[in-house]
């Protein structure tokens, strides 16, 4: 009796890791899609706003983008936020539920040139806006600052139009200065409540000096560009 309990165990064992074994596969093989699709449309959007800062140079003699860089959101940080959203664990969940796996950011000079970059971007009749969080007009109790727009582009695959989600930060030299370094000083977390109240004050004051900062920077370009006509 034991015996067959045994072999409909193992068999049940087996049978289950075949059933997962396909399932992996399938996942994998859908995941893989699922991420360069994401690659794609960063690729577009990033050459999107190349074609801006090239265009904008011919016209104004000066490059409103400093920089630009992109990041596939990394499986564990997926994980953790449909976690934390209490969203299924699906790749459809996913595609549907998170916005931001295909991320580019585009580092500006001046203030004007992140709202003249983002009207142009918008403008294009094959990006459609999902949503837009101005952190520069509303910045978060912290102080982070930035310019968030949840897209749409499409891109083209060999047989299909896939329309893609991503989520483009648009900020200045400042706010990223700011942002970088308030990132990497947020993973210090064995502070005790004195320090770690000091620090998020001082670190508010810091990204108010910088917004001053910007505005000055910003009112000094405005004055020698009145000039040089
Ligand atoms: P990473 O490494 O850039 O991927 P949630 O994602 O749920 O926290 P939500 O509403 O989806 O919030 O997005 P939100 O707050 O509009 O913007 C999320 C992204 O903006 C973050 O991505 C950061 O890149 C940036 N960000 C937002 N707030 C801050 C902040 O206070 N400090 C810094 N340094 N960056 C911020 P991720 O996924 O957290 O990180």
Not at 11 to 16: A, G, I, N, P, Y
Not at 96 to 108: E, P, S
Request: aromatic share 8%.
């Amino acid at each position: 009796m034991s015996e067959i309990k045994d072999l409909v165990n193992k068999l049940q064992e087996l049978l289950v890791d075949e059933a997962n074994k396909k399932t992996v596969d399938n996942m994998f093989a859908s995941s893989k899609e699922l991420m360069s699709s994401y690659r794609c449309a960063i690729m577009e959007v990033e050459t999107k706003f190349k074609v801006l800062n090239d265009w904008f140079n011919l016209q104004h003699e000066r490059n409103p983008i400093e920089s630009i860089t992109s990041r596939l959101k990394s499986p564990e940080s997926i994980k953790e936020k449909l976690e934390r959203k209490k969203f299924p664990m699906t790749l459809e969940s996913i595609e549907q539920n998170l916005f931001d796996v295909a991320g580019v950011r585009v580092i500006c000079s001046f203030i004007d040139d992140v709202y003249i970059l983002a009207e142009s971007f918008l403008k294009q009749d094959d990006i459609t806006l999902i949503e837009k969080k101005d952190y520069i007009k509303n910045p978060k109790p912290n102080g982070y600052r930035s310019l968030h727009l949840i897209i749409e582009v499409p891109i083209f695959l060999q047989n299909e139009k896939k329309k893609v989600k991503v989520e483009v930060q648009l900020r200045t030299i400042a706010m990223e200065f700011w942002a970088k370094l308030e990132h990497r000083l947020r993973y210090k977390k064995h502070l005790d409540e004195k320090t770690l109240s000091y620090t998020a004050e001082e670190l508010l004051k810091c990204a108010e000096d910088s917004a001053n900062l910007d505005l000055r920077m910003q009112n000094i370009r405005d004055i020698i560009e009145k000039q040089d006509i």
